[in-house]
């Protein structure tokens, strides 16, 4: 991994002499770093502020506000107070002020006058350790976006899963559960009502009429329709039920909470009443009136001996509605 180009080092030089300022410039010139220089305390915190330094060579001697005064407010600033702070002193050999400055925050000294060698040698030392940060930086920067991308990547492809899982089980046009899905949900209800003794009911819908929709105003009109009569059909069942659209003009209800004959037949002739009202459909942007009805065949289910399997009870409630049918249509029959 190479640094980014445009990170460059940057070292603040300090320092209210403007000669000692013209010296340093000339040492640090080799030095691969862009050298910005303060001739006060005020200054220096101020460029602080505005650029992230590898280094700050901080004179000690100054009026108004002192290179100590100056380190010590650094190191309270909390974007600055990593920033490293080498002191330019000619009381390097005082221990007083030696503890002083690193008390202040100082991370090493150099004593006036200034030997290059020594000086360049320091110098090196950090700016390799904030090239060293920075890499280290760019890197969990990298990694950061990396994650962030493995986890839109994870997000993207459960979200397809989910989708693929749903439109294997889901009719496409209604978006209500299809054979496959409503065989499950059969099932199961059979056998929790063969576990704890209960009942429920299968009501098995054919359309009246749906075929001269169809022919007369063509298959748009049509999927309208089956769109609408999927859609009041779950506004008039509960929650614990299951509306499936089978296949065509074909759709089925699980009534999990109908426990009698009666119940069932109550529930599914207000399903029959809401499918026999008007519709108001829009195709292309014309409006269509429809009418169509509905035949219901109802059975419940059974537990004995010789009581219902799956394929039993669907065929009871299929020969149900051919007998609602057969019967003149628009109308419920519960199975024997």
Do not use: W
């Not at 997000?155 to 054979?179: F, I, K, S, Y």
């Not at 063969?194 to 009942?199: L, M, P």
Request: aromatic fraction near 6%.
């Amino acid at each position: 991994m190479s640094l980014n180009p445009t990170i460059r080092p940057k070292i603040l030089v300090v320092d209210d002499t403007p000669a000692n300022l013209v010296a340093m410039r000339r040492l640090l010139a080799r030095a691969e770093a862009d050298v910005y220089e303060a001739e006060s305390g005020n200054e220096a915190l101020a460029l602080c502020l505005d650029h992230q330094f590898a280094l700050v060579l901080l004179d000690v001697n100054m009026p108004e506000m002192d290179g100590f005064e100056v380190a010590q407010l650094i190191a309270e600033t909390d974007q600055l107070r990593e920033t490293p702070i080498i002191f330019v002193t000619a009381a390097y050999g005082d221990d007083v002020n030696r503890m002083k400055g690193y008390t202040s925050g100082a991370v090493d000294y150099i004593a006036k006058p200034i030997n290059d060698v020594i000086l360049q040698s320091k110098v090196r030392v950090f700016l390799e350790l904030y090239r060293a940060r920075a890499l280290l930086q760019q890197a969990l920067d990298e990694l950061s976006v990396r994650n962030e991308q493995l986890t839109s990547e994870v997000a993207e492809r459960t979200r397809m899963e989910e989708l693929v899982r749903h439109q294997a089980t889901h009719d496409a046009l209604t978006g209500l559960p299809n054979r496959v899905l409503f065989r499950d949900r059969l099932l199961a209800a059979i056998d929790q009502a063969n576990g704890d003794d209960t009942s429920f009911g299968l009501a098995y819908i054919d359309i009246d009429g749906f075929k001269g929709v169809n022919d007369q105003h063509g298959h748009g009109a049509g999927d309208a329709l089956l769109q609408a009569i999927a859609s009041r059909l779950g506004a008039r069942t509960r929650g614990s039920d299951t509306v499936a659209r089978l296949g065509g003009d074909e759709f089925a209800v699980l009534l999990n909470d109908a426990s009698d004959r009666e119940a069932a037949l109550i529930r599914c002739q207000a399903l029959c009443d809401a499918i026999a009202e008007p519709y108001t459909l829009t195709v292309q942007g014309e409006r269509i009136s429809a009418h169509v009805g509905a035949s219901i065949g109802i059975a419940m289910f059974t537990r004995d001996p010789d009581g219902d399997g799956y394929d039993r009870l669907v065929a009871r409630a299929d020969t149900a509605m051919y007998d609602a049918k057969r019967g003149g249509k628009n109308r419920c029959v519960m199975a024997d």
